[in-house]
């Protein structure tokens, strides 16, 4: 199979998730759960014999939606409440909830309150990660979480087989840090939007089937020689429930930018940590919801002992990043709460970064490019000097 | 954006409950005891949200309210300087503006106070004049603004302040047995809060170095239980008519149950009582002439109180209830047991009026209309207060189907002026208005 097969197979899954749920429904009979993003372990579904999906902003205007939420929410919890007032979330036998955003929480309301014949579970991640009794907690949240999905599928979620799921998503999440290296080091020139269109895809992808292709995508870049790189190398952070659009990601790239790393939640952040494999699950899962959060700290999240900025420089010294681009979804209060400490870190430390709101509806690129142009050129000069 | 002009009704006036010009007097003192603090050795602990500050003033540590500040700044017409402070660190106008506000202050005082200092304050500049913490205490119902908030507050002092987080869960409400105060998931959440505030009580002990008060607790507890009873009891003779009080009684009535010393708080309300029900002897109310009645929801503007509650009088609209005032501070007394007060403390945190899931939520505001005698619903959406404008949508729905009165709906904020658009209320407003007017010739012929 050809890497653009692989990649366009990815990209199909990525563009359209609930025909793909359809698709997947019909063939296997078996049931699709949608999951709100971030911090919800697909696992557990997946254990219990059902697609885990997690739900996808729509690039459709909201319309309906309106009548449910204010136009200033995030784009991504509009479109949420949009899709399940248009009728989209059919295909799903449940949608699990948990997370402790304030918009997502009135997203959560009135899904519920639309879908009245859809299993709305919820049980509410505790975000402040270094309390002494963070990881009890998480545990009984993923306990209960189970218990639920239990009572749903109308059988128990064995051990063994959330077991098989962890190793099974761990595998694919290893695939993925590994193009994440490959093309670190030029060696996978997958430009940003392919990027998205791998991990995106794993989010809603049937896991085996995804992982399949993953590890043939792999297989072609294994033998493969560095290229040599004359762009400038960048990072890009941010946007955490939604993916940027595509349009905005090439427009970043004709300015002559080689993408080189991110934090997205559409990227490294997704699957920057593992589930432990052995012991048991649920003690497992808690773990790795604290674990991911010391890897890549998230505004989402409390933790006092650890800081996204200082993470950023370091994953950029890593990867050789020359500047970052901050990409902020309109009305996202985590990143608005955040983001002084990062422009104050980066100012510290000289180290250039732009910041770029974006929307649900259309942005005006051509100023964007302007923007990134002369970003662009700030950080040649800097090289230069 | 509209600009909020001299009202041409000038006219009429909310008859304002005399008694809460006491409330003005208590806020005043308090906020010079604040101030004061550091100067009087006192341990400050900044907090948001819930109302813990029992524990911290059984303990001797001045207690600092964020909101409770940006609403003084706010309802001073003094808030400008610190969201332009903040605005000039990063934050975005979109953050909730009490967040903003208050972390406006923190720069402040951390630049004028702090490593970094030299500036020279302003003595009559309030944003710089907070004493700056010894600790900081996270303990926000629902909205996840507050936990945020509580964080970047400690990393702007450079994270040298301890923190203590109590995490208070959503009450979702799916199994067959949930409710209003009850079912398991409220049972074993209260437990789980119960514990933490255990917790938070050793953490203040370490800060203190001494330990803990638990009777002079106690003590203030069974003076907040019967001040919650008597401003309950003063609330619910508001279903007379004509509405002896109003919302924006209730609003500036706020303070002296949330977050005011104990001491003066059950003389308080026994004073609003005692003035409460006179009026009703008398049959005066709390606008002029009442012709309609109204529920309120959503958060205060609190530039605008005076403002509102002269100009819902000025259009013989009685706002009797509210969102806000009628579901949270100490809301249900009767969980708080005086000997022992921890577990009714954490389910009182449990009852902010954002922290039910819709359905459970609606059907209380519901209650309220039906209990009020409502002829229609203002809703305030407050623009960066997501975690009121959340289910209002939802609301005005039901209000229309169940009860079948009109609503009307306009947009502010709680600290943020600019995002008040008077036009818009007015015109709304007025239309709703006409149609409860109208809804009465109908019923009448």
Redesign the interface.
Known sequence: MERTQIIDSFAAAARDPLSYAKQWKARTGRPVIGSFPMNFPGELAHAAGALPMILQESDDPITVGH????P??CGYTRSMVDQAVRGDFDVLDAIMFGD????L??A???I??QLTNTR?????L???MC???TQG?SEESFAKLRAELEDFAGAKVQDEAMHASIRLFNKNRGLIRRLYDMRKKGIAPLGSVEMQHVVKSSMVMDKAEHTELLEKLVRIYDSAAPLPARNVRLHLSGHFCQAPKPELLEMIEQCGVTVVGDDLYHGFRYISTDVPEQGDPIAGLARWYMDRNTGVPC??R?Q?NVDWDAYLLNAMRDEKAEGMIVLMA??C??H??????V??AFEKADMPHLLIETEHDGMALESLKTRVETFVEIVKHRQAA | MNIAVKSPFEEKKANKLQSTRIAGKLVNDYWEMVWRAKEEGKLVCWYEGSAINPFLEAADICWVHGEAYSAMLAARHQEGTAQRVAEERGYMRELCSYARTHLGCAVSNQRLRGDNAGATPDEDDLTWKLPPPDMIISAYAYCSTGQQWDEMTSRVFGKKIPIFNVSLPWIWGSKPDAGYLRGQEWEETSTYVERQLFDMVKFIEERTGKPYPWDRLYSMMADIRRASELRLEAMELCTAQPAPASFFDWVVSIAPINNLPVAGVKDYFETVLTEVKQRVKDGEGAVPDEKYRLFFDGIMNWNKVGWLANKFAKWDAAVVAGRYTHMAFWQEPSLIDPNAPVRGMAQNYLICPNNHAAPILIDLIMGLCRKFKVDGMVIHASRTCRAFTNPQFMIADTAHKQLGIPTSMFEGDVTDESFYKDELLNSRVEAMLEAIEHRRMVHAA
């Open positions: 009548g449910l939420l204010f200033f929410y402790h955003c304030v918009q929480l009135g959560a309301d009135a519920r309150m709305v579970i919820f049980f509410q505790i975000s402040s309390d002494p009794w907690r505004p989402t409390v006092n309109k009305f209060e985590p608005m709460y955040y983001y002084p400490e422009k104050e």
